[in-house]
């Protein structure tokens, strides 16, 4: 192309400009061929006409094109030069703040001099493991593609860092060593990484300094490498130093410090420690007060001098090597200070003894103070003949002294060095490294001396390098792409380098002068005039017979020869380094001790070809002729170093500085210009220039530009095909382009001119939509013009309408309302005469009926009067009457009296009334003689009977006696044991019956106090809310001005208080990781452990802990070691009493503890009732038996003697066998474990015979009683018998269910005596001594009853005086209440509230502590009644098994004779019973072995439902031994298979469902009413009865935390290489997004890579969804996860977006939002939408809200401040920055919107990390999901392979 046609009008043009170096103007006429001028606009929209020199055809560089500016990589950009970096970088810089940018290979960092947030451990993370290409530039992109490329090459790698003091070299070093160690970490405990990190502030303390240009300058080079072994995890490392700036220790410039070690311990001098150094402030001391200020601002040296000596100690430095150390550094200081008095002879000086820095000087280094006094002031001539001693002159002396101090500092730099190396050296075969090299950029001075000489020759050394490492790659790129080769013209430094070190060069002739006696500075100038006179490199000043010019490839550097020998000889008395050798301390004459040169000996097997040994050789001893120069030395280390990164694969950092005033960015173009040139970077972008510096891939190509293709080019199928066509059709010269395999290379320029042609395109079709819509308005306007026309005469004439009928109506109503004012007054005349008419006549009746009503009332009055009177007239006569015939009466009565007292007087004096007195007397008495005689005989015949009885049942009772003995003796104890349990039995009954009723009573108070004080508090709460209400309408209008930061507020605090609590519960959470973690590796200690040795006997797993430690105000009863277990609760208890008062988190899991015992104890109240109501029913049925036997043959009974008495010897016979065959086991068998096995079943044997034995003494006892009875009332009247029959109908009654109370048999008995006494004759009722042995009765009863009367009684006066005692503590208790209640009346209402909430809760507090001291005492005897319950529930059902097992003929023949109980067929009862032996069987068919195949046909959660029907078997027969070895062998299998399929989801879903699913069933059958509200009654006979499982229950949750945390893992394993390619790469929408020019040129292939679409994303989630339903994964849990696994999607998403430009435009964020809505629609598709993973979402939806937002005016800046409420103010602001049009017709965001935009955000508190953190674990909720599955419905298929259970 023509230049005619690249400079038309608007074209933009850099013209050179002496303040900014590059300037941007506009062309404002076309340019023709042989215009002396061009017509330019500034930015100022001032005109400028910039002049062309026709000869040599120089016009105007071009600018690039919008689009293009702000790019990644500056090798992007179309048009190649000096002022487009220039823009380029300063955009970035300044308007992006990026401080990183890729050019080609190099990255180039500029200083920001403010702390970033971009360091993060997050961000090191998103780094890792991604190409370099695809994040935007970073440190951290370098240090990851040069550890890839040695893991994928096998190749050692460098990092070359350099730039100018000041520019960040040493930080960025630092950064890429924290990138290796966080990436690379090591596996093992050596903490290798740590101590890499701990060697920076080491070497920055002894090795950095204060300058004018940088506070923290590195006045060294370093070459760290970081070793790897085969997994590429850190093994060690080593460090190279070069060239030490040794001056800075005696002299520095103004304004600049010493090294930083000095400051610092002058900062820290005041330690107690540091009181022998007699150091004072650095003020004080010559060394480090010559540059004026020694301070700097924002640090402190003492805080930095402790992270020196814990890096130290971290490297494992001594104590008294670190004192050393100090001690050296004091010393120097001292030495500098000493005073130098000059003598009279100008040639003599001396030096005080009693110089206070001289003695400090010696006796801190240990050398005798008299030699180091003679000399400092002397030294040694030595020839051939003799030695002589000679005085020194003052000058000699001081630069004696400066040279001494210098070497005493670099040796000990040297030793920190090879320290800091062997701390860092590692045993372990080294497989390859990375080295990272901290060296000096090209410095130019003021005054250029020695040290600047060796920087510039090192840079020399490194720009070579560099140049041919990318001319090596520009050649490898164009090979593999096969496009032609031809040589690019780069400038070669080799000439420069030549003329500093090749023979007879600089270095050759410094040497040799060196080695003159007499050389000086002057004549080794000389000799370099006369030398390099004709060399292009090389000048002479013209001013200056002392300097000499270098043109380095950077600059012209003029170097002042004063000083070069002295400096490159670094001449030191020997005498003086003799003293030091013979020091005192060990470390201090080790530091000066002659060494041989370093000797070559044999690498170790395994290191690398380059030698690991520090740059520096051992310093050698102190004379003229004994080593080589300082300029040899690092001419040799400098070829070492250039070898070893010739070995490696380089990357490049280079460092600017922006400006000289450290000012936060701020960007100077002047010296960034200069740095740009001097670090190569514009060499780098000239040899990209000189080829084909843009690329494209074809299919970005074809979407970019397909715009400008026709119809035809794109019917074509072939893209490349395509591109071929457009190209030649668009670009004529076939030189500016070249197809490559899989790229178009375009030469400078081209891209721009591609760009300008898509513009001019779209602007032709932008101006025909323009003109179309354009079109389209103006008719639409005219229509509505037209419409409004219309509409306007529609309502004018409506108007004029509407007029006259306001009038019209206005009339009517004028009439309407003068006859209704008429018609008013005249009513109102009316009405006033009609009520004063009514007053009148009112008045008027008044008196009239007043007048009536008085006469009336006088009458009424006369009438009661006469009333009275004449009543008492009457009642008076009346009185009279009556008295006078009550005298009457008596006088007649008295004399009918005396008439018949005389009648009978007569009558008593006659004999006939005595003779029918004594008629039938004799008759009688004769009678009763001849009944007592016959009474007598039938006495003595049934006495004879009797005895006769008794011998016979005596003489079988002792047989019984004898036989019992035997049993008895061996078991009396268990005999008494049982006696006195029973007995404590009664009591624990009776005493369990008091707390009931007590507790009965305090519940009652309680729960009366309690509805008192809720009916206060609803009284209070009822003001409190008017109160409120009141509050609230006064609030109204503040809340008006302030409603957003109210609202604001409220939901930091809740969001906080949410905040808080996922905190807690994630630590709880970590806490059961880390136990799980430290479990596992305990099992892996114990597998380790079973390979060496394996022991016999029980090995208590530690799954099965008790979980005292981490609850320990929560124990449980456990089944086994009772005893124990009740000391250890007694303990914790008190332990949890002591702290209730303190701990409100205690006292709140008291609570909950007493909750659960109370429920216990219920339980085991209606356990017992339940139990004491059988063996009621027992008695009655005995008693019933016995009834029924007394009227049965006497034969019957003494059969059943003696079949007891055979089944007891059986039952002894096979005791004895089974003890014989255990001996004879015991002495065949070896092992212990068998014995162990035949012990315990001896025991369970002897156990269950002992309870038999029990039970047959039972029935033995019964069967006396009612055969002794049975004697005694055998021979009684029939008519006794048939009477107590018709009396007792029930007693006779064998089949009766009805039991006869004692006392009521007492009362009917009385009443039949009371009956016959009345009927029939005492005497006959007496016959047989019945009314005597019923007086008997009587008496025992009513002694019982009086006894049980006082109990009650007594019981009765201690329970007045208890609620006497509570009454007066609640009226105490009310009247401070009320006092309280008065108090908060006083206050406002909110403290009232505050203060009435405070009230109740210590009002609370104190009850449930009290109530726990009540349970207290009853939770010990209640564990006591469990032991006892076992026990008698154990008996009682021995005995139901022993009654089953009589034969069934036995039953039928004895129908008549006993009660028979029938045996029933039982249905399955949901347990499943199994042996000892076939637990490894069921573990392993059930859990190891089991697939989740095999049960998907089933009941979800098939292997759960069976282990707990297991657990319940366990349960049934009270085994705990057998449940502690299930639940056990659970866990452990479990976790066996968890370990063994560490990557397989569907097996872990499996696990984790069938864990929840058994936590759940252990719940629910617990028995807690909490857990049974929605349980069947059926389910509820399937709870557990004997087994407290609660801490197994917590043992299996921290399980489920376990594998439910490994779930996670595993699909964000599988998830997260889907995640950016899905959501942030994949085109949804086809044609949406177009490509923009690619930012960075890939030289790191990565084959690897695979693009996932979100379609497979979905199907994935599908997956994990479906596996999870299909497992019977409770939906809880589901949302959980999926919570989770889109929290990770959207943190990775976010983070990837915030690093990535070429995500950030429009046209992607409406993609990304297309995505995220496909995500949403599949949460709702699947009824996730409660799970809040949509919310999880808001960030990455808010970002791209905020990519589609407008970002111009402030109304933008406003909505975008209140929608993206979840992202930060650093993330909106990074987001605002990365923003990049696509099209030059979109804007980017200005800087003042972005400053808008941070302003508006500064009320905002958000955390200062600009990353999430993806790695961010939500806590997880198991709830409690009951099951409405039974246990008997559920069937076990025959494909499990469980035949060995069997159903109960």
């Known amino acids: 192309m023509s230049a005619a046609q690249l400079y038309t009008k608007y074209t933009r043009v850099w013209i050179p400009d002496p303040d900014e170096v590059w300037r941007s103007a506009e062309i404002t006429k076309d340019y023709k061929e042989g215009d002396k001028s061009l017509q330019l606009k500034l930015e100022d929209e001032t005109l400028y006409e910039y002049p062309i020199d026709l000869q040599g055809s120089e016009l105007p560089l071009l600018r690039n094109p919008d689009i293009l500016v702000g790019q990644n990589d500056l090798t992007a950009l179309s048009y190649l030069h000096e002022p487009a970096v220039l823009h380029n970088l300063k955009v970035r810089f300044l308007e992006s703040n990026h401080i990183y940018t890729y050019c080609g290979i190099v990255l180039v960092a500029i200083n920001p001099y403010e702390q970033l947030p971009i360091y993060e451990q997050d961000v090191i993370y998103a780094y890792s493991g991604q190409n370099i290409g695809d994040m935007d530039p970073h440190i951290f992109a370098v240090a990851e593609e040069a550890y890839n490329q040695m893991a994928r090459d096998e190749k050692n790698q460098s990092i070359i860092v350099s730039g100018e003091s000041g520019a960040g070299k040493t930080v960025s070093a630092k950064y890429a060593m924290r990138f290796f160690a966080t990436v690379g970490a090591s596996t093992s405990n050596t903490n290798i990484e740590d101590k890499v990190l701990a060697s920076s502030p080491i070497m920055e303390a002894i090795g950095n300094a204060k300058t004018t240009r940088n506070d923290n300058s590195s006045r060294f080079g370093k070459y760290i490498q970081i070793g790897f072994d085969k997994r590429?995890?850190?093994?060690?490392?080593?460090?190279?130093?070069?060239?030490?700036?040794?001056?800075?220790?005696?002299?520095?410039?103004?304004?600049?410090?010493?090294?930083?070690?000095?400051?610092?311990?002058?900062?820290?001098?005041?330690?107690?420690?540091?009181?022998?150094l007699g150091l004072t402030c650095a003020e004080d001391f010559f060394y480090t007060s010559q540059g004026g200020d020694t301070s700097i601002n924002g640090v402190d040296d003492a805080d930095d001098f402790e992270k020196t000596r814990y890096a130290f100690t971290l490297l494992g430095v001594k104590e008294s090597h670190q004192m050393t150390i100090f001690r050296i550094i004091a010393a120097i200081l001292h030495l500098g200070n000493l005073k130098i008095r000059e003598e009279q002879d100008e040639d003599v000086c001396s030096i005080s003894s009693e110089d206070e820095h001289l003695s400090n000087f010696c006796s801190l280094l240990g050398v005798e103070q008299d030699q180091m006094q003679h000399w400092l002031c002397?030294?040694?001539?030595?020839?051939?003949?003799?030695?002589?001693?000679?005085?020194?002159?003052?000058?000699?002396?001081?630069?004696?002294?400066?040279?001494?101090?210098?070497?005493?500092?670099?040796?000990?730099?040297?030793?920190?060095?090879?320290?800091?190396?062997?701390?860092?050296?590692?045993?372990?075969?080294?497989?390859?490294?990375?080295?990272?090299?901290?060296?000096?950029?090209?410095?130019?001075?003021?005054?250029?001396?020695?040290?600047?000489?060796?920087?510039?020759?090192?840079?020399?050394?490194?720009?070579?390098?560099?140049?041919?490492?990318?001319?090596?790659?520009?050649?490898?790129?164009?090979?593999?792409?096969?496009?032609?080769?031809?040589?690019?013209?780069?400038?070669?430094?080799?000439?420069?380098?030549?003329?500093?070190?090749?023979?007879?060069?600089?270095?050759?002739?410094?040497?040799?002068?060196?080695?003159?006696?007499?050389?000086?500075?002057?004549?080794?100038?000389?000799?370099?005039?006369?030398?390099?006179?004709?060399?292009?490199?090389?000048?002479?000043?013209?001013?200056?017979?002392?300097?000499?010019?270098?043109?380095?490839?950077?600059?012209?550097?003029?170097?002042?020869?004063?000083?070069?020998?002295?400096?490159?000889?670094?001449?030191?008395?020997?005498?003086?380094?003799n003293i030091l050798k013979a020091s005192k301390y060990q470390m201090v004459a080790d530091l000066f001790q002659e060494e041989d040169a370093v000797p070559t000996t044999a690498r170790p097997k395994g290191r690398p070809r380059i030698n690991m040994c520090s740059a520096k050789p051992a310093f050698k001893a102190a004379n003229k002729e004994h080593r080589k120069t300082v300029g040899h030395q690092f001419r040799n280390s400098l070829e070492l170093l250039m070898e070893t990164l010739n070995a490696t694969t380089p990357h490049y950092v280079r460092c600017i500085k922006p400006n000289d005033e450290k000012h936060p960015f701020k960007f100077d173009p002047k010296r960034a210009v200069q740095q740009l040139r001097a670090c190569g970077v514009l060499e780098t972008i000239r040899i990209s220039a000189a080829g084909f510096p843009s690329r494209w891939s074809y299919p970005d190509f074809f979407n970019r530009y397909r715009v400008l293709m026709n119809k035809r080019l794109l019917s074509m199928n072939d893209k490349k095909q395509i591109c071929q066509s457009l190209l030649e059709d668009l670009i004529k010269d076939p030189d500016k382009f070249q197809f490559g395999h899989t790229k178009i290379f375009f030469r400078a320029g081209q891209v721009a001119y591609l760009e300008k042609l898509r513009a001019d395109k779209f602007r032709a079709a932008t101006i025909m939509i323009q003109k179309t819509v354009r079109g389209w308005l103006q008719r639409a306007r005219y229509q509505r013009l037209r419409r409004a026309t219309l509409t306007l005469q529609c309502y004018a004439r409506r108007h004029l309408a509407c007029r006259l009928f306001k009038h019209l109506r206005r009339t009517r109503a004028a009439i309407i309302l003068q006859k209704q004012y008429r018609m008013l007054r005249m009513r109102r005349a009316f009405l006033r005469v009609h009520s004063s008419i009514l007053t009148i006549q009112a008045f008027a009746r008044g008196m009239f009926v007043r007048r009536i009503y008085r006469q009336m009332l006088m009458e009424h009055k006369a009438t009661i009067l006469q009333k009275y009177v004449r009543g008492w007239l009457a009642r008076v006569q009346l009185r009279r009457a009556r008295?006078?015939?009550?005298?009457?009466?008596?006088?007649?009565?008295?004399?009918?009296?005396?008439?018949?007292?005389?009648?009978?007087?007569?009558?008593?004096?006659?004999?006939?009334?005595?003779?029918?007195?004594?008629?039938?007397?004799?008759?009688?008495?004769?009678?009763?003689?001849?009944?007592?005689?016959?009474?007598?005989?039938?006495?003595?015949?049934?006495?004879?009977?009797?005895?006769?009885?008794?011998?016979?049942?005596?003489?079988?009772?002792?047989?019984?006696?004898?036989?019992?003995?035997?049993?008895?003796?061996?078991?009396?104890?268990?005999?008494?044991?049982?006696?006195?349990?029973?007995?404590?039995?009664?009591?624990?009954?009776?005493?369990?019956?008091?707390?009931?009723?007590?507790?009965?009573?305090?519940?009652?108070?309680?729960?009366?106090?309690?509805?008192?004080?809720?009916?206060?508090?609803?009284?209070?709460?009822?003001?409190?809310?008017?109160?409120?209400?009141?509050?609230?309408?006064?609030?109204?209008?503040?809340?008006?001005?302030?409603?957003?930061?109210?609202?604001?507020?409220?939901?930091?605090?809740?969001?906080?208080m949410k905040k808080e609590l996922e905190e807690e519960r994630s630590r709880y959470q970590n806490l059961v990781k880390e136990y799980a973690s430290l479990e596992q590796r305990y099992e892996n200690l114990r597998d380790e452990m079973t390979v060496f040795k394996q022991t016999p006997g029980h090995r208590r797993s530690p799954s099965n802990q008790s979980s005292l430690e981490s609850d320990s105000n929560n124990p449980s009863i456990c089944t086994s070691e009772i005893g124990d277990t009740e000391d250890v609760i007694q303990q914790v208890e008190e332990v949890g009493m002591e702290k209730a008062a303190m701990d409100m988190t205690l006292f709140l899991k008291l609570q909950k503890r007493v909750r659960e015992l109370e429920v216990e104890r219920k339980q085991l109240q209606a356990q017992l009732e339940k139990k004491e109501q059988e063996s009621k029913k027992s008695q009655v049925i005995e008693i019933k038996t016995g009834v029924t036997s007394e009227h049965e043959d006497f034969a019957y009974n003494s059969l059943k003697r003696q079949e007891l008495e055979s089944e007891n010897k059986k039952l002894k016979n096979e005791l004895n066998e089974l003890r014989k065959a255990i001996a004879d086991q015991a002495m065949e068998s070896n092992s212990s474990n068998d014995v162990q096995d035949s012990y315990n079943l001896l025991l369970n044997q002897l156990k269950l015979a002992n309870e038999e034995l029990e039970v047959r003494k039972e029935e033995v006892l019964i069967l006396r009683s009612q055969i002794l009875k049975a004697a005694q009332q055998k021979e009684m009247g029939e008519h006794i018998v048939t009477e107590k029959e018709?009396?007792?109908?029930?007693?006779?009654?064998?089949?009766?269910?009805?039991?006869?109370?004692?006392?009521?048999?007492?009362?009917?008995?009385?009443?039949i005596c009371e009956t016959n006494r009345k009927t029939e004759d005492w005497g006959y009722l007496n016959e047989d001594g019945e009314l005597g042995l019923a007086y008997q009765g009587l008496k025992q009863v009513a002694r019982l009853l009086e006894a049980q009367l006082q109990d009650q009684r007594r019981e009765h006066e201690e329970e007045m005086e208890a609620l006497k005692n509570q009454v007066d503590l609640m009226q105490k208790e009310l009247e401070k209440q009320q006092q309280a209640y008065l108090q908060t009346l006083q206050l406002s209402p909110e403290i009232q509230v505050e203060s009435g909430l405070q009230q109740e809760i210590t009002r609370l507090t104190n009850e449930n502590l009290d109530l726990k001291e009540l349970l207290e005492k009853l939770e010990k005897n209640e564990k006591k009644l469990k032991k006892h319950l076992k026990i008698y529930i154990k008996k009682i059902q021995d005995f139901e098994a022993s009654q089953t097992k009589v034969p069934v003929e036995k039953r039928l023949c004895e129908q008549n004779m006993q009660v028979a109980v029938q045996r029933k067929e039982k249905d399955f009862q949901g347990m499943l019973e199994y042996h000892k032996e076939d637990e490894p069987l069921l573990i392993r068919n059930?859990?190891?072995?089991?697939?989740?195949?095999?049960?998907?046909?089933?009941?979800?959660?098939?292997?759960?439902?069976?282990?707990?029907?297991?657990?319940?078997?366990?349960?049934?027969?009270?085994?705990?031994?057998?449940?502690?070895?299930?639940?056990?062998?659970?866990?452990?299998?479990?976790?066996?298979?968890?370990?063994?399929?560490?990557?397989?989801?569907?097996?872990?879903?499996?696990?984790?469902?069938?864990?929840?699913?058994?936590?759940?069933?252990?719940?629910?059958?617990?028995?807690?009413?909490?857990?049974?509200?929605?349980?069947?009654?059926?389910?509820?006979?399937?709870?557990?009865?004997?087994?407290?499982?609660?801490?197994?229950?917590?043992?299996?949750?921290?399980?489920?935390?376990?594998?439910?945390?490994?779930?996670?893992?595993?699909?964000?394993?599988?998830?997260?290489?889907?995640?950016?390619?899905?959501?942030?790469?994949?085109?949804?929408?086809?044609?949406?997004?177009?490509?923009?020019?690619?930012g960075y040129r890939k030289y790191s292939s990565n084959t690897s890579d695979i693009s996932y679409s979100l379609d497979e994303m979905i199907r994935q989630l599908n997956t994990f969804h479906s596996t999870m339903c299909d497992q019977g994964l409770d939906p809880e849990i589901v949302q959980q996860v999926f919570k989770q696994l889109f929290y990770m999607i959207n943190a990775i998403a976010l983070n990837n977006l915030l690093l990535r430009k070429d995500i950030c435009s429009w046209s992607m964020g409406m993609q990304l939002r297309f995505n995220i809505s496909q995500m949403e629609e599949w949460l709702h598709g699947k009824n996730l939408q409660q799970s809040g993973a949509a919310k999880t979402l808001e960030p990455l939806i808010h970002a791209a809200q905020l990519l589609q937002l407008k970002k111009k005016t402030t109304e933008d800046a406003e909505a975008i401040c209140s929608l993206c409420t979840s992202l930060t103010t650093q993330q909106i602001v990074k987001i605002l920055n990365l923003y990049t049009p696509v099209n030059e017709f979109e804007e980017r965001v200005t800087v003042a919107f972005i400053r808008n935009i941070q302003k508006q955000l500064q009320e905002r508190n958000n955390p200062p990390q600009l990353l999430l953190d993806f790695k961010h674990k939500f806590p997880v909720l198991f709830p409690f999901n009951p099951s409405a599955i039974t246990m008997d419905s559920i069937h076990l298929p025959a494909s499990l392979n469980l035949d060995f259970l069997n159903k109960v």
């Not at 004799?922 to 009885?949: A, F, G, H, I």
């Open 232 to 276: 590429y995890r850190i093994i060690g490392a080593n460090m190279r130093t070069y060239l030490l700036e040794k001056s800075r220790v005696v002299f520095q410039a103004e304004d600049e410090r010493n090294y930083h070690i000095f400051y610092q311990l002058c900062a820290s001098s005041s330690l107690p420690e540091f009181k022998d």
């Open 378 to 577: 002397h030294c040694k001539l030595v020839t051939r003949a003799e030695t002589y001693v000679k005085s020194m002159s003052l000058h000699q002396v001081v630069n004696a002294r400066n040279a001494l101090a210098k070497h005493i500092y670099a040796q000990l730099f040297n030793w920190v060095v090879q320290h800091i190396n062997n701390a860092l050296n590692t045993t372990v075969k080294q497989h390859s490294f990375i080295g990272v090299l901290d060296i000096y950029g090209f410095e130019t001075c003021e005054v250029n001396s020695f040290e600047q000489f060796c920087i510039n020759y090192a840079n020399e050394k490194l720009q070579q390098q560099f140049n041919l490492h990318v001319f090596k790659l520009e050649q490898e790129e164009y090979m593999k792409e096969t496009i032609p080769w031809t040589l690019i013209d780069f400038y070669d430094n080799q000439p420069c380098i030549d003329l500093i070190e090749s023979k007879l060069g600089i270095l050759d002739l410094l040497n040799e002068e060196c080695k003159m006696p007499k050389g000086t500075d002057q004549n080794w100038v000389q000799k370099l005039y006369y030398r390099h006179a004709t060399n292009q490199h090389f000048q002479k000043p013209r001013m200056s017979n002392t300097s000499f010019i270098i043109l380095h490839f950077a600059d012209k550097v003029e170097y002042q020869s004063e000083g070069f020998l002295e400096k490159n000889r670094d001449t030191v008395y020997e005498e003086q380094i």
């Open 1486 to 1638: 059930l859990i190891t072995d089991l697939k989740p195949q095999t049960v998907s046909a089933t009941v979800p959660c098939l292997p759960a439902y069976i282990l707990y029907m297991c657990i319940r078997h366990t349960d049934y027969i009270s085994d705990d031994q057998k449940a502690h070895s299930l639940l056990t062998s659970i866990i452990n299998g479990i976790k066996k298979v968890l370990k063994k399929n560490p990557d397989d989801f569907e097996m872990t879903s499996f696990w984790l469902a069938n864990t929840c699913r058994l936590v759940h069933c252990l719940k629910q059958y617990s028995g807690e009413e909490r857990f049974m509200t929605q349980n069947t009654a059926k389910q509820n006979e399937h709870c557990l009865k004997n087994f407290d499982l609660t801490e197994y229950r917590q043992v299996l949750g921290h399980l489920s935390i376990q594998i439910y945390q490994q779930l996670i893992n595993i699909a964000e394993v599988i998830l997260q290489p889907m995640i950016v390619s899905a959501v942030l790469e994949n085109e949804s929408i086809q044609g949406l997004s177009s490509v923009k020019p690619v």
């Open 1286 to 1311: 018709s009396i007792f109908p029930s007693a006779s009654c064998p089949d009766s269910d009805q039991s006869v109370d004692q006392e009521d048999t007492i009362k009917a008995y009385q009443g």
């Open 883 to 1056: 008295a006078a015939a009550i005298v009457l009466q008596c006088h007649w009565r008295r004399l009918r009296a005396q008439r018949q007292l005389q009648a009978l007087r007569i009558e008593a004096r006659s004999a006939e009334h005595l003779k029918k007195l004594n008629i039938g007397m004799e008759n009688k008495v004769v009678q009763l003689q001849r009944k007592v005689d016959e009474q007598n005989k039938e006495n003595k015949l049934l006495n004879e009977q009797l005895s006769m009885l008794t011998l016979a049942h005596s003489s079988e009772v002792e047989k019984l006696k004898k036989e019992l003995q035997q049993y008895q003796q061996t078991q009396q104890g268990d005999g008494k044991q049982l006696l006195s349990l029973q007995r404590e039995m009664e009591q624990l009954q009776l005493e369990l019956e008091r707390a009931h009723v007590e507790r009965e009573v305090m519940e009652d108070s309680h729960s009366k106090e309690r509805n008192l004080l809720r009916k206060c508090i609803s009284n209070l709460e009822e003001e409190n809310t008017l109160l409120k209400q009141e509050k609230e309408e006064l609030n109204s209008k503040i809340l008006c001005q302030s409603e957003d930061e109210f609202a604001r507020n409220t939901v930091e605090v809740n969001m906080q």
